[in-house]
């Protein structure tokens, strides 16, 4: 058996851990909203059309910020259709999805569903076919103290008190050709330097996310993101990275090192941000404010052959049309909560992230029409994260085995992150075994923190890493006691079987 040891020390400090790294994300995209968290008539929906168990599931997810309207979406989006009265509202083509948009949640819905809920907003403003003007309309919309007339609007709809919404994307994957309002990075960059300015002469203290590079794939990544920056370095706070990683054919072991990608896709663009940013001392951070698992290869495939059949079988315009429900597997959880050990261990520059999406779409999250609402597998790993860490991310030094994989060679067989909350007096352990046939003997040097006892230890396993969770077994993949010892040498032991995660909190 395979033996790895981990070291920490409580002076051997990341970054305090962020709770914007738990956010999520709705987009009005399939049936993330209409059929997701919104479904007048289902039993369990309040007077409002906002199914409660939903929310329950979501405030047990531990969710602390949530992106939206957008994504894809965002780029067509006027925002003033979704305010005012229902019965008055327009129903639009949305084209980023060939779908048809009613309306009936918009701004005011979503903000008291979001702060029922306990999370915080992060609006996207529509620079793809729109620009300044609109961001700003929406601004004071949004945030404004009544007395002006579109804050006394918000006010005439319901909303009486701001929404005080601090975070704001400026527009979405705007280096992408598929983007409505595609732009080159120059104009990208001039735009929302401007929208930016403008923003923030309406409320300074805004905190505004550039659109970087759609995916690390892009031809323009890194290019794009230095003349974004340059553009609009003195005006913006972070800038936005997106990644996507799914299984290709039967390589396993690739996938499961996945936060392999993810460190140099980080790496890469905090080398960027210090280039750009060399001779001032304003800060840009990072907001990784999309990623997860998604088989994103199968969907675009689907996607290129609807529209090759276009012109001879005309598409239709669906409301709410189930789109990308990816059914996750243990193996999936597994590397979810693998990339929430790179986002933490980046604490220092990933200072925002959210999980796309929340509900149904690619989600950790999935209900039934009229029927129940279910975890997925990769809702445990990250449940478990967002409540058990706390304080600061320490840094860790792990001497294990590596395992090969075919994309990035050798790599480590088991990676960790450990956080400390000193004024609480616990310590978490995450740790990922990337191992496909091999388990592997952890111990971890806790000594220095004073660690006496175990709290809770759990691990997530299936023999079976293509197990998956539905309406009609929902807890077929859900985390399992682990055996973990913290003998009087300060020294947590446990044993991670292939394929597998684990969260360990212990007290002082």
Known sequence: MRRTSVTVAPQDTIAPVHRRLFGSFVEHMGRSVYGG????????????????????????????????????????????????????RPVRRDVAWHSIETNEVGLDEFAAWARANGLE???????????????????????GEAGTTLADQRVANGAPEPHDVRIWCLGNEMDGPWQVGHLSAEDYGTLAARTAAAMKRADSGLELVACGS??????????????????SWEHVDLISLHAYYE?????????LASGRDMDHFIDTVV?????????????????FDEWNVWRQSE???????????????????????????DDYRAADAVVVGSLLITLLRHADRVHAASLAQLVNVIAPIRTEPGGPAWRQATFHPFALTARLTGGVVLRTRTDAPSTPTARFGEVSAVDSVVTWDEEQGTATVLLVNRGTTEPATVEVDL????????????????????????????DRVAPHPLAAELGPDGVLRLVLPPVSWAAVSVGR
Request: charged share 20%.
């Open 121 to 143: 907003l992060m609006l996207a403003v529509n620079l793809g076919t729109r620009g300044v003007l609109e961001a700003l309309d929406l601004l004071e919309y949004t945030n």
């Open 247 to 255: 299984q290709r054919g039967d390589d396993l072991a690739s996938f």
């Open 271 to 287: 080398a960027t941000v210090d280039y750009v940013g060399r001779d001032s001392d304003h800060q840009v951070h990072l907001s």
């Open 214 to 231: 759609s995916n690390a794939q892009m031809p323009t990544f890194g290019s794009w993101e230095r003349t974004v920056l340059e553009r």
């Open 447 to 474: 000594s220095a923190l004073g660690a006496s006892h175990v709290l809770e230890a759990h691990l997530l396993h299936e023999d079976d890493v293509e197990a998956t969770n539905s309406a009609a077994a929902p």
């Open 299 to 325: 969907f675009n495939a689907a996607e290129q052959a609807a529209i090759a059949a276009e012109p001879a079988v005309p598409r239709p315009w669906p409301a709410a049309p189930h789109l990308i429900e």
């Open 37 to 88: 968290i919104y479904e007048p008539g289902h039993p369990t929906a309040d007077e409002h059309g906002f199914r409660r168990d939903v929310a329950d599931l979501v405030r047990e997810l531990g969710v602390t910020t949530v992106r939206y309207p957008g994504g894809n979406f965002v780029s067509g989006y006027r925002w003033e259709d979704g305010v005012g009265p229902r019965e008055q």
